[in-house]
């Protein structure tokens, strides 16, 4: 009982736009849960790496819009009608409500369910999938999603250093290379 009065006094604090934001997590996160549990694997990869080849690229009926925060932080998003979503507001609620849920919501399903609500608001988030070793030998994999660069869910940089990206859009890569000094990948001959 505690635990659900610490809940309770959580939510009394959060304002409107993030209980609406969490109401709308669940709704996600129970639509990829759902996806997941009738598609394999691949389709699942497929479908959400397929989508990596647009993602420089934006539906023509939204628009762009860039807002001032009191803080001083810029809040990207894109209109579409009257709508407006923060997409670093939408993987803060995704992971918050994945912790929550009564059904598993690992990574990748937060992945899915990050990427079908950025991508209903005219965002092209790109999906990472990353495999590491872990400390008994075995892989382990992970998966992340990304918008302009930045981590949307799965995870804060440090947290995804480790893992070997076996899946990225070329568009990271190339932006990597140039970050790292390297104006293009080697070639044999």
């Known amino acids: 009982m505690p635990q659900v009065k610490r809940l309770l006094n959580k939510v009394m604090q959060l304002n409107r736009e993030q209980c609406r934001y969490l109401i709308r997590a669940v709704w996600y996160l129970a639509r990829a849960r ?30 762009h819009a860039t807002a001032k925060q009191p803080d001083g932080s810029l809040r990207h998003g894109f209109r579409q009608g009257s709508r407006h979503v923060d997409p670093r507001l939408v993987g803060w609620s995704i992971q918050g409500a994945a912790r929550r849920v009564p059904w598993r919501s690992d990574c990748l399903i937060q992945a899915m369910a990050a990427a079908q609500w950025l991508r209903r608001h005219g965002l092209k988030p790109a999906f990472h999938l990353g495999v590491a070793k872990a400390d008994e030998g075995d892989l382990t994999a992970h998966a992340w999603l990304s918008l302009h660069g930045e981590v949307i869910v799965g995870g804060a940089e440090s947290a ?27 070639t044999d001959g």
């Open 160 to 186: 995804i250093e480790h893992f070997v990206p076996i899946l990225t859009p070329a568009h990271e890569i190339r932006r990597h290379l140039r970050a790292t000094g390297v104006d293009e990948a080697p």
């Open 34 to 63: 759902l996806a997941f549990s009738l598609q394999n694997a691949q389709a699942i990869v497929s479908n959400l790496a397929g989508r990596n080849l647009a993602s420089n690229t934006r539906s023509a009926s939204s628009t």
